[in-house]
């Protein structure tokens, strides 16, 4: 995995590595994840309540255990995502769209506690800064074993767009 904390920040990435497992859940209905970022240590199956911090000037500028359920929605014809962070605070809901055959676009708007919005509009930030800013998922080169996952971030309601997060993932063998 690749983070990228703002446009400015392309040439310097954060390399972390990280999990992702997959399985169906709710009678076959979704496919829940769970994300450990960063990867645990390879010694230890446990789950600890606090990552490890990352070594280093940026240690702690990315570490996130979360959650994600999809599901498709037959009322909308779409699939749907929703997303739970909790170390970061963070919860998603998003809208799934196929493209090009093997392609994937999922946009969601970031959802800001109320608390969060007022201390961001305390801040001097617009109604639509303390909203939260739009999030787009782009899953891309689909294979049975491997795809690529762009994280792509919008401060003007989508009118440009710039990446935050770049993954290159693989399944392990045996999974």
Known sequence: MRRYSS???????????GEW???????????QDVWIVP??????N??????HA???????EFLEYGTAIRFFSRQE????????GPLQGKTYLFTAEARNG???????????????REVRLKEGKTELEGAGMLMKWHLT?????????????????GTSWWLREEFDCVRMQGE
Do not use: C
């Not at 990867?39 to 230890?44: G, L, Q, V």
């Not at 446990?46 to 990552?51: A, I, K, L």
């Not at 294979?143 to 003007?156: A, G, H, L």
């Open 141 to 157: 080169e689909i294979q049975q074993s491997s795809f690529k996952w762009k994280e792509w971030m919008s401060e003007d309601e």
């Open 21 to 31: 497992h997959f399985g169906w859940v709710l009678n076959g209905l979704a496919v």
């Open 54 to 60: 990352i070594s280093g000037d940026r240690a702690g």
């Open 102 to 116: 093997n392609e994937v676009e999922m946009v969601a708007r970031e959802h800001v506690p109320a608390v969060e």
């Open 7 to 17: 446009p400015s920040r392309l040439s310097d990435p954060l390399i972390v590595e």
């Open 46 to 51: 446990s789950f600890p309540s606090v990552p």
């Open 39 to 44: 990867k645990r240590a390879t010694s230890s």
């Open 77 to 84: 014809g779409k699939y749907r995502a929703v997303w739970a």
